[in-house]
């Protein structure tokens, strides 16, 4: 705990001043990709300081051109660092709106061109995926957690059909992932921090055309499944 609360004090002003960067870098770059060099600064910056290794497999998987969805587990909250850390192409998140709405850090996603997905209402959900789809089709690259939120014990969580619309929307391929060894080194809700190293693992990139929805959903849940590693 200790260790956790120290990494906070760096953590968060680290985290304000890499959003400050990003926000100024995006006056001058509507490409998105200042912002999206400056969340790659902020995750080294982030993994080192909690003394955290991260190895990739199956980057030979990840098309190099064309836009596509990534799609994987959530264990824990350095997840996101180090996805950013192990996707080699400029890509966006899709994130919950309520994270925009943070001082700084949300004006920064903005910047970057990451997509809010408003999930207050049906309605408002439906105009976010639709608008998401759009900028998927126009070539954004997006990550999505397809469980929605991380889990507890590792295992995999049912996941949300709005991951699979959005992509049959899109028309995209989808590239699945798998994280391991994340859960561990900070369990959610819990203020605890371990040094360890994250395992991000690409697969084989998923075609959505004339694909059924439930099929999809299937296809890219075995493929996570199939590299978890479940304590």
């Known amino acids: 705990m200790l260790r956790a609360r120290i990494y906070l004090l760096f953590f968060v002003p680290y985290t304000l001043l890499c959003s400050l960067a990003a926000v100024i870098g995006g006056l001058f770059d509507a490409s998105g990709r200042a912002g999206h060099a400056c969340a790659r600064v902020w995750s080294l910056g982030s993994l080192w300081a909690a003394r955290i290794s991260v190895e990739v497999e199956g980057l030979e998987m990840v098309p190099t ?10 264990q824990g909250n350095f997840d996101i660092l180090a996805l950013t850390r192990a996707i080699p192409r400029l890509f966006s998140w899709v994130a919950k709106e309520e994270l925009f709405r943070v001082p700084v850090f949300g004006a920064a996603m903005r910047r970057a061109g990451y997509i ?4 207050s209402d049906g309605r408002k959900a439906l105009k976010s995926m639709n608008q998401a789809a759009k900028r998927i089709a126009s070539g954004a690259s997006v990550v999505i957690f397809p469980e929605g939120t991380r889990t507890k014990d590792g295992a995999l969580l049912p996941f949300k059909r709005g991951a699979f619309m959005l992509a049959a929307r899109a028309g995209v391929p989808i590239v699945p992932f798998t994280i391991n060894g994340s859960r561990a080194i900070n369990p959610r809700n819990r203020i605890e921090l371990c040094p360890g190293t994250i395992r991000v693992s690409f697969g084989a990139p998923i075609e959505v055309a004339g694909v059924a929805e439930a099929e999809l959903l299937e296809r890219v849940r075995a493929a996570i499944a199939a590299k978890l590693e479940v304590d």
């Open 116 to 119: 809010p997905l408003d999930r």
């Open 65 to 74: 051109e064309g836009p596509v969805i990534y799609m994987g587990n959530h």
